[in-house]
């Protein structure tokens, strides 16, 4: 017997990167292993969910040189950078690619410190990603 499928449990499904990247927002962030590397990430996947034609992408593809993340990196319509800590990793791996980058972040530069853990708090993402969305002119749709 087939398991009935609810509809709003199906996950949102996502435009394709590769397919669309001239009309994206491609967003690239370290997700580091540290307390804002995961929110640098976090906010990344709240601008994807939650703003317009903006999308994360594999930061570790373009690292590994897959020439699809590179091909998406460089049709983009823009390039959006979050990184942890001043280590910008992130920034690192896109520059070294040579792929532009439009608009380039820093969570610490939020007033946030970078703990050794991987707990965070949903204020500090939805403050990290309000900022940066104000700043790149893109619409979010979320209340504060
Ligand atoms: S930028 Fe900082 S938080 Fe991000 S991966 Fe590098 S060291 Fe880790």
């Known amino acids: 017997m087939s398991e009935e499928v609810k509809m709003e449990k ?3 499904f996502l435009p394709s990167c590769h397919k669309e990247a001239e009309n994206l927002d491609i967003i690239f962030t370290c997700s580091g292993a540290a307390s804002v590397g995961k929110i640098g990430h976090e906010v990344g996947v709240l601008l994807t969910n939650a703003g ?3 999308r994360l ?3 570790t ?3 590994a040189g897959s ?3 590179l091909d ?3 049709r983009a319509r823009k390039v959006i950078v979050i990184d942890g800590c001043p280590m910008k990793c992130a ?3 896109i520059e070294k690619a040579g792929i532009k980058i439009n608009h380039n972040f820093t969570v610490t530069d939020f007033g946030i410190a970078k703990q050794p853990t991987l707990d965070i708090s949903d204020e500090d993402v939805l403050k990290v ?3 940066i969305a104000e700043k790149v002119g893109m619409k979010l749709n979320v209340k504060p």
């Open 91 to 93: 920034t690192k791996v």
């Open 10 to 12: 199906l996950p949102k």
């Open 52 to 54: 317009q034609n903006a």
């Open 61 to 63: 593809a373009v690292a």
């Open 67 to 69: 020439e699809m993340h």
């Open 129 to 131: 990603a309000l900022a």
């Open 57 to 59: 992408c594999c930061t």
């Open 72 to 74: 998406i990196g460089k």
